[in-house]
């Protein structure tokens, strides 16, 4: 992104340790005048010599992270994190993981992204403005619009562009003549200046490139225009230039904003009245204008006192008279340590650039929606192909909101920066196709040629179709997404089944499990516990054997462990309150034990009965416990006992 352009402050981290020596206190003023590669030359002559003080290390990094060089800011972010180890500043550790992003090296970014996260749980401030998103989860993000390099980029810088009616008008460091030669030492580029094409029919192309108000354009940087919804008016960025450079008290040229009020004669629309806004500086900068909707907030970016990182989003409100408030600073929920710049409004969502926050790399494009109450939401980064690795910047919707422009200087452009318009891309229709498998509920074993049909939400049969070999089916039908369905299994053996589902909101598989229940007549699941179904083994009062009627019970137990002779079981045994409660203990302990012992007598081995225990009166099933009436009939409830199904293949 072109540095003559961003709002930066003079950098956060001073070289207070360092030795002042002529080179580096050059270094520093050219650093701090946004000079970025030439202080870059010096201070590697620095490091050159053996000095490699961490805060250098840093500065190197930074000249060549504000340029979008990612690569060779990636070369001594690693110098840096290399001496300093987990002394590493946690802003530095997100500078890194994003140079490592931007370098197109995801696996670096995301250990760094990692270590980032982890350093801000401790600390509570940062903790506010983070949250443990990962870089893969942001780069996930994908939207259906597709992007096109327009015409009118050239090998120089054109960026930042606003609609105005049926033209485009952006920036360019492009000469305004061929005799133009007047370079802009920060960039050694020409100096910017706002120009305008006409966008075609198709929304895509601009072409006829040509200066826009010439009345406007001085030998320094003009960029970055807005318009009132009449047109009437245009709010723009230039250098604090005026008839002569105007620098602070470290001489260094900064930003303010102006405003221009149309005039039509003949058709021509010239600029006149231009005047400077009254909460400009020359101690520091205000730029990138962005009007709301209805006119009546102007937002900027600036690096005013008050500001959190090195540039902040800020607004103020524009009063009936054509007075301004009193800016104010959107806040940590938007504004974090590092950059946020370049502000447009498509309604009431507030589309922005940062490098705070978790991204593709460079500078991202995050959008938050601003409420009533003038507050704002969580920023959220717009995805692919809004950003990628490098710097993205300055989107600006048309009016349909389907199509539109940004800046970026991703791989495949024309020249540091380029225009790219997009449009959005219709969206295939959302088709599902649901399939599953099937399974016996017991032991989890696959179900082959269990029937199942498919019904839609009313009932009406769509397809019917068998589980193959492995117990999948697949009804191999274009559904449409979120669309409520049926299905009903059966199987011989089992117990039928009816599956309720929705589709899944995007093209592509619903998977459905289902789960049948054997049809054998002792099996049951009990609020998730598997259990033999009989009828209750009763135990005369107070004694131990097994009643015939009981011994009926148990053999059908033994039916189904040598049907299934991998099953093991718990006994679980229970008397009622009807003795002291340490004799109902033993007394139940024994029952269990004659219990085990009978079905051990009929041929099951003695490892598939895990264990027989005695419970007493501590279960009981009704209210008959001590001290009250019960029936003889209620106290046989309590005495019983109870098998649990441990394992069934």
Known sequence: MKQALLIVLSFFLTLSTLAQSGKLKKANALFDKLSYLKAAELYIKEVEKGNDDPELLRRIGDSYYYNARMEDAVIWYEKLA????????????????????GAQKPLDAAKWMTKFSDAVENDEVLKKNFSRTTIAEVTQKKSNFELFNLPINTEFSEFGSAIYADRLVFTSDRPKSKTDKELNPWTQTPYSNMWFGKIQENKKDVFDAKLFARKATTEVNESTPVFTKNLRTMYFTRNNFVFRKKTDKEGTIRLKLFKAEAEVKNKEISWKGIKELPFNSNEYSVGHPALTPDGSKLFFASDMPGTTGMSDLFYVDI?????????????KKVNTEARETMPVFKGDTLYFATDGRVGFGGLDIFYTVMKGNGKF???ENAGAPFNSNDDDFALVFSEDGKSGFLTSNRDGGKGADDIYSFAEVPLPPCVQRVKGTIINKLNGQRIANAKLTLRDSVGKVLKTVSSNANGEYDFALRMHCT?????????????????YAITESVTGETFVPIALTPNDEIIKIDNGVVKLDLDIIYFDFDKD????????????????????????????????????????????DRRAKSTRKYILSNGIESHRIRSAKGYGESRLVNKCSDGVPCSEEAHQLNRRSEFIVLRFE
């Open 377 to 379: 939401t969580t920023p």
């Open 545 to 588: 054997n097994i009643r015939p009627d009981a011994a009926e019970e148990l053999d059908k137990i033994v039916r189904i462990m040598k049907k299934y002779p991998k099953m093991e079981i718990n006994i679980e045994s229970h008397t009622d309150s009807r003795a002291p409660y340490d004799y109902n203990i033993d007394l139940s």
């Open 82 to 101: 290399a001496k300093q180890g987990n002394d590493m500043d946690v802003q530095y550790m997100f500078r890194y993981a994003h140079a490592l992003q």
């Open 319 to 331: 009063k009936k008279d054509g007075t301004y408030s009193e800016p104010i600073n959107l806040g």
């Open 483 to 499: 669309e409520k369905v049926r299905i009903d299994a059966s199987k011989e053996g089992y117990a039928s089944a009816k599956k």
